[in-house]
Structure formats: structure tokens, C-alpha cells
């Protein structure tokens, strides 16, 4: 999607962490990652990139209590809740990644489910990448659902609403290829760890998939729909969801969902 249309997206927190445990795993995976990284040691700075709602921020706090931790989010709506979840020594601020600077070199940068909404990886990550202290570790999880039932479907649904605009920009490959990662990384980082991971999701309720994406994909196209037409696309687009994920015999519903993760350092 492009940034123009990612820009004008509207987060809706509750939505996002309607499925926190699915979401919150990935994210805990790559911080483990990260850890080992580093070799044990505490580094003296972590920024999480993409903080949303503050988890792995807090966690850093609390794992490493002398480390400046730092969390960082371009949504104002994310950045609220993450500070209404009480008081904490992260620092929350508000930027955007694409023009954000570490104050000082990082020990580690380190960012779950965000890079999939940012354009211009192939400037961005090497900047990110001259942003490490020697020593220093960088930690990326994307989602690779392009190419997965429910984002083909959303696409073919959407060429019958909105504007060539809008699905040109829905119909863009948001997150390269691993190879891409590696051979972009290479030359800017000592090592490189990247690997997928496949995670065969258990879902509830009723169009679960649907609710699913809601909390992500779906942002931007129902922030640019008009109000009547959202609801004639969610109504063809959950339809179509029914039959790529039916319900099975126990009423649960099998999403797989495809992560690429990506750890490199100096």
C-alpha cells in the first residue's frame, strides 16, 4: 500500500488486540531472537519501532532494568493506550520511521508487525541499520499474507469498490522476498538471520477471519470507503471468507498465517 493511503488509516486499538495472543507470540519469538543476539549482555539502548500498544516496549523495561527503552509509533491512537496502561519508565514518542534518527547509536532496534505498513525498505533498512551501535542488533517481524487466501480475496473484492487508487495501492507486494532482505542487509551488517515461520492460527466466533484483518489489512480500505459502501464490501468479502475458512465440526476456524522475520547486527 502506498504511504498516502497507509497515512490516512485510522487504528482502532481494541480491534488490533481482539486477537493479542496471536499476535503477541510472534512478536515475544523475535524478542527471544533478539536476545541471543546480543549475546546476553543488557544494552544501554532499545527502541521498539512500531510500539503500538507498548507490550514489547514494557517488557524490555522490565527484562533490562538499566536500559534506556524507548517506544516509538506514528499512531497517536496506540501511543494513548500504551501509556493508559499504567505507569512505566518507557519513553513513548510519536515519529515516523521512514525520517527518525536515534538520538544516540542503538544497542538494539527492534520492530514487531510495523515494516508491512512503511514504504521504501530499500532505503529505510539500511538506514536503520547505520543507526546501530558496534555490537548492535536489529529485529524485524512482517507479516507475509500477501499472497495468502484472505489478502488475494480482499484484493478481488475490491476491484467491484472504491477508487483504481485505492487498489492499486491494496494490490501492492508490501514485503519482499527473504533473499531480497538478505542480499539488502549484507552489505551494511556482519550477520544475517532470516527465516519464515508458518502458524496454523485457531480462531473463534463468527467470521473470525474477517475480524482478523479488520484489525489490520482492512484499515485503510474502510477509512477511504464511504460508510454505505464499506458495509456492501465487508458483506461480499465475508462471504467469501466463509468459503476459503469454513467452520470446522468443534465451530473453530484454521487460519495459517505466514511471518518473516529478520535479525541482523554489526
Not at 515475544?28 to 512500531?50: H, I, T, W
Not at 520511521?97 to 538520538?103: F, G, K, L, S, Y
Not at 514485503?175 to 542480499?183: A, K, L, N, R, T
Request: a negative charge.
Amino acid at each position: 500500500m502506498t504511504t498516502e493511503t497507509r497515512g490516512r488509516a485510522v487504528w482502532d486499538p481494541s480491534q488490533y488486540h481482539k486477537f493479542g495472543d496471536h499476535r503477541l507470540r510472534p512478536a515475544l519469538e523475535l524478542f527471544e531472537r533478539a536476545m541471543l543476539a546480543l549475546g546476553g549482555r543488557e544494552p544501554a539502548s532499545a527502541y521498539d519501532l512500531g510500539c503500538g500498544a507498548g507490550e514489547i516496549a514494557r517488557i524490555m523495561a522490565d527484562r533490562w532494568p538499566g536500559t534506556r527503552v524507548v517506544g516509538l509509533d506514528s499512531s497517536m491512537q496506540m501511543l494513548a493506550k500504551a501509556e493508559a496502561q499504567g505507569p512505566s519508565r518507557v519513553e513513548w514518542v510519536e515519529a515516523d520511521v521512514r525520517n527518525w534518527t536515534a538520538e544516540s547509536k542503538a544497542d538494539l532496534l527492534y520492530s514487531n508487525a510495523m515494516f508491512q505498513w512503511v514504504d521504501g525498505h530499500a532505503e529505510v533498512f539500511p538506514h536503520l541499520a547505520r543507526q546501530l551501535a558496534p555490537g548492535g542488533v536489529i529485529a524485524i517481524q512482517m507479516p507475509l499474507s500477501f499472497s495468502q487466501d484472505s489478502h488475494i480475496l480482499l484484493r478481488e473484492v475490491l476491484e467491484n469498490y472504491g477508487t483504481p487508487d485505492l487498489r492499486k495501492a491494496v494490490g501492492r507486494k508490501w514485503v519482499e522476498d527473504p533473499e531480497w532482505y538478505y542480499d539488502l542487509l549484507k552489505p551494511v551488517t556482519a550477520f544475517q538471520d532470516i527465516w519464515e515461520v508458518r502458524y496454523q492460527q485457531v480462531l473463534h466466533g463468527n467470521d473470525p477471519v474477517l475480524e482478523w484483518v479488520k484489525g489490520s489489512a482492512l484499515r485503510p480500505v474502510l477509512t477511504a470507503l464511504a460508510e454505505d459502501e464499506a458495509q456492501r464490501f465487508l458483506a461480499d468479502y465475508a462471504e467469501a471468507l466463509r468459503k476459503a475458512y469454513p467452520k470446522r465440526a468443534g465451530g473453530e476456524t484454521l487460519f495459517p498465517f505466514q511471518r518473516l522475520f529478520i535479525v541482523a547486527g554489526l
